[in-house]
């Protein structure tokens, strides 16, 4: 096994195209479990951790570019007004220690469907920017995530960056596991308001072969809100409604059994998810101030 | 790369193996232990660049060039570091295999947050388990340490 060490993108891209059986590695945090349980054994690791184009993030206009290889903690400490959901659930992963070496980057490239950075990704209508030696693109992130740890990430490409616009209104991230550090999802949820669009958005994780948008709850609830002028005369939504918005979401999902959870189970948590942080954006664009799952 | 303030070379690493690996078996410091080599334990805590991190979950090569710091790196010669005196003091240490590892992640809290609260502690700790359960006395060396460092402030 060899370890690849490039110094920029460029470097990386080439031997990308080069080394069809080399992992790229830069937070490690899913990679070495694989390798310190001999799990597999590729043939060379394409470390992109000297990588500075992959490092930081920054801000044009109301677009913010989150580099693929910024760690979590970071998106936390810095990220949390501008991005609320990524944030929030950039403090959902793992441990500290885990936080300071764990990215988005390496989450998109894992594809696992229980990635905790993915609705937050879906709700905010993120792009995610690759590269090879054949040139840039940007993959809209619904249509990033094609199967359980697949998606549109060609074999010669890399992950680069992240682009979303910063929110403009109320935004939430809810996850279920069996404690509150330290765990995979049992199932999760982003929910995020466009008060531009007079849209509701809301994205599940963990409960389906990929993380998905839920379109019939995200019509059903942007019409109720339409309907009863909530934008801006702010009639509430009724009890009923929102739990009309939760059965939705449940029924967008695709779960299963597994060790985690049943699929029952993750129905009946996600409908309470979406009733709750709807309940929760609601009431925080009225009333304006934040509240946090 | 740079442990503990000291240069060093290691030869034959293979390219899969971790940092922790190389840590114990080639630079001759077992302060950082090796328990679930997945990063749920957190024995194996230790800074890199100065952020604590799982030393199971890098990879020896992407820590050339880099400063890392382990548990023996915290005292000053015979010299131990207030968190390690506290976890004496508090009888925090029992069968002592995940204290490296707290100590690192209990010694970045204080660094960042000289006074955490309770609620703090636990997040900070939250990815170091205790086999034998002793949390409560875990809590209290650290809110000892952070006390003592204050103190020691004051002092000055």
């Known amino acids: 096994m060899d370890f690849l060490r490039p110094r920029g993108l460029a470097e990386a891209l080439a031997i990308r195209a080069r080394r069809p059986d080399a992992v790229p590695i830069r937070g490690g945090t899913d990679l070495m479990v694989e390798l310190n349980f001999d799990r597999g054994r590729p043939g060379a690791l394409l470390d992109l951790g000297r990588l500075d184009e992959l490092d930081g993030w920054d801000r044009d206009g109301d677009t913010i570019r989150v580099g693929a290889g910024l760690p979590y903690q970071r998106i936390v400490a810095e990220l949390a007004t501008a991005l609320p959901a990524l944030a929030m659930a950039s403090r959902t992963v793992g441990s500290p220690q885990i936080r300071n070496r764990g990215t988005v980057g390496g989450n998109l490239g894992s594809a696992s469907p229980a990635g905790d950075a993915h609705p937050p990704l879906l709700v905010s209508d993120a792009s995610i920017e690759v590269a090879s030696v054949r040139g840039a693109r940007r993959i809209p992130a619904t249509e990033f995530y094609q199967g359980v740890k697949r998606s549109a990430l060609a074999a010669d490409e890399l992950i680069v960056a992240v682009h979303l616009p910063a929110a403009a209104g109320p935004q939430q991230f809810a996850k279920v596991g069996t404690r509150n550090a330290m765990v995979i999802a049992v199932c999760s949820l982003a929910l995020a308001l466009d008060p531009a669009t007079e849209r509701v958005r809301v994205a599940l994780g963990s409960a389906a072969p990929t993380p998905r948008r839920c379109a019939e709850a995200e019509r059903f609830l942007t019409a109720e809100l339409a309907d009863r002028r909530w934008w801006t005369v702010g009639t509430p939504v009724s009890e009923p409604v929102l739990r009309r918005f939760g059965a939705l979401v449940a029924a967008a999902a695709a779960p299963i059994d597994d060790v985690r959870g049943t699929a029952d189970y993750r129905r009946r948590a996600l409908a309470v998810l979406a009733r709750r942080t709807a309940t929760w954006s609601l009431r925080e664009y009225r009333q304006g101030g934040r509240t946090c799952a | ?156």
């Open chain 2, 1 to 156: 790369m740079t442990v503990n303030g000291t240069e060093r070379v290691v030869d034959d690493v293979w390219a899969g193996e971790s940092l922790l690996y190389v840590l114990r078996e080639r630079a001759g410091l077992p302060g950082s232990k090796n328990a679930c080599e997945q990063g749920e334990c957190g024995s194996c805590t230790v800074y890199l660049d100065g952020a604590p991190v799982c030393a199971c979950l890098v990879a020896a090569g992407q820590a050339a060039g880099r400063q890392v710091r382990t548990v023996e790196g915290l005292c000053d010669g015979d010299a131990l570091d207030v968190v390690q005196q506290a976890f004496l003091a508090a009888g925090a240490v029992q069968c002592g295999f995940c204290t490296p590892g707290l100590i690192v992640a209990a010694h970045d809290l204080l660094a960042r947050n000289p006074a955490p609260d309770d609620a703090t502690i636990r997040e900070a700790l939250s990815g170091n388990l205790c086999r034998c359960t002793g949390y409560e006395k875990i809590l209290d060396a650290v809110r000892l340490a952070a006390a003592r460092r204050a103190g020691r402030e004051v002092a000055r």
